[in-house]
Structure formats: structure tokens, C-alpha cells
């Protein structure tokens, strides 16, 4: 079954620092990759998304991801962290099963210190 | 100008009694979703609808029951409300399926 796995509950980084959230996922094709960050009381954002060609893909708020098959990895980065990033950041594959599924991990709390 | 709206926002009742929620999205999507969010913040799908047609149905109680009388709205009717209930819903739509736009939520405390 498809899946996705964020193996970090929760992360702290300090303010400026650089920043990098883990992703695997579970899919016997090449799936649709999302990143997708949720403020405290929010619905979620987008804030990039893979579907095919070059592995790196740029986002909003400074964000990037690469695409790594034989790790089948999807992790998040951004050379430097602003308080604001503080969220909830959730990895999440698209599948067609019917209609366009979204099955979503379990998210990672970042905190951002001064 | 809010793209998907959901309400209410807060949405407190006691066990037993049943329950809308209702949505609407100005995006000109053609798909709409409703996810449920638990306490652990894990997200998991509901049921999603295309053009009012309902296309995806999870393994929900059917004491769940989605309604979509044109493809801007998706409402979410609830019977019979128990604890485990209790949760964050999310209303979200996408044309084509992929980019989810999201609702900002509604938190559903069943007592």
C-alpha cells in the first residue's frame, strides 16, 4: 500500500540556521510529491510540488525538495531558517485510485529558536 | 476573498446529536475533499466529489454523509456523533486533483 513515512516528529533549528525535513515514501510508480506547511489554526499550503523532470524543485518561501528514486526520498530544505517558518510541514504522494488521492504523512513540528 | 471556506469554525455538541459542516470554493474547481485531522495532527482523506459526482469514499461510518448540490459546494452531514469524533475537518478542493487548496477548518469537539 502507499505510504508516507516523515521520521522526525518534531525539529528544532535556530533562527538563520539551515534546515532539512525528511521524506519517504512507499509507491510502486513514480508518484506525485508534495510538500505542504500548515500554520497553528490554518488549513495547509502549498509549497512545491514534483511531478517529473528535474529532481530539484523550487517552492514559495525560499523552500526546495529534491527527488531522490532510489531512495525514494523527498526531503525538504531551505538554507535559511526565519521565525515565521515555524509549522507544521507534511510530505504528502498523489495517486490515481479512482479519482486524484492525496495520502499525507504524519507531519513534523518545526520550532525555530533565536 | 477566501478561495475555500468552510464553517462553522468551532463546532461543540453533545454525543448523539447530529451535525453540518458545510463548504464552498470560488476557485472554479472541479473537485472537492473532505479530509479529517486527529489530535496527532495526522490528515487522512474522507471523500472526495467531481463534478457532484462522489468518485472517492473511504472506509468512513456511514453515519458520515457528504453532499454536494453543485460542484462549489461540499457539505458534510454527521449522525449520531460519538467522542472518537472529535477531530479537525478539512474541506479542500483542486482542479484536476492535484494542488489541494485547503479550507481553514472546522473544529469539531464532541462532548
Known amino acids: 500500500a502507499q505510504s508516507v513515512t516523515q521520521p522526525d516528529i518534531h525539529i528544532t533549528v535556530s533562527e538563520g540556521a539551515s534546515l532539512e525535513l525528511r521524506c519517504n515514501y512507499s509507491?510502486?510508480?513514480?508518484?506525485?510529491l508534495f510538500w505542504y506547511v500548515q500554520s497553528p489554526g490554518q488549513g495547509l499550503q502549498l509549497l512545491l510540488k514534483?511531478?517529473?523532470?528535474?529532481?530539484l524543485v523550487q517552492g514559495i518561501k525560499g523552500f526546495e525538495a529534491e527527488f531522490k528514486r532510489s531512495q525514494s526520498s523527498f526531503n525538504l530544505r531551505k538554507p535559511s531558517v526565519h521565525w515565521s517558518d515555524a509549522a507544521e510541514y507534511f510530505c504528502?504522494?498523489?495517486?490515481?485510485?479512482?479519482?486524484?488521492?492525496?495520502?499525507f504523512g504524519a507531519g513534523t513540528r518545526l520550532f525555530v529558536k533565536a | 476573498d477566501t478561495a475555500v471556506s468552510q464553517t462553522p469554525k468551532y463546532l461543540v455538541t453533545q454525543m448523539g446529536n447530529d451535525k453540518s459542516i458545510k463548504c464552498e470554493q470560488n476557485l472554479g474547481h472541479d473537485t472537492m475533499y473532505w479530509y479529517k485531522q486527529d489530535s496527532k495532527k495526522f490528515l487522512k482523506i474522507m471523500f472526495s466529489y467531481n463534478n457532484k459526482e462522489l468518485i472517492i469514499n473511504e472506509t468512513v461510518p456511514n453515519r458520515f454523509s457528504p453532499k454536494s448540490p453543485d460542484k462549489a459546494h461540499l457539505n458534510l452531514h454527521i449522525n449520531s456523533l460519538e467522542l472518537g469524533d472529535s477531530a479537525v475537518y478539512f474541506c479542500?478542493?483542486?482542479?484536476?486533483?492535484?494542488?489541494?487548496?485547503f479550507g481553514s477548518g472546522t473544529q469539531l469537539s464532541v462532548l
Open positions: 479542500a478542493s483542486s482542479s484536476r486533483g492535484e494542488k489541494l487548496f
Open positions: 504528502a504522494v498523489g495517486l490515481r485510485d479512482g479519482g486524484f488521492k492525496t495520502i
Open positions: 509507491y510502486g510508480a513514480t508518484p506525485y
Open positions: 514534483y511531478f517529473s523532470g528535474d529532481t
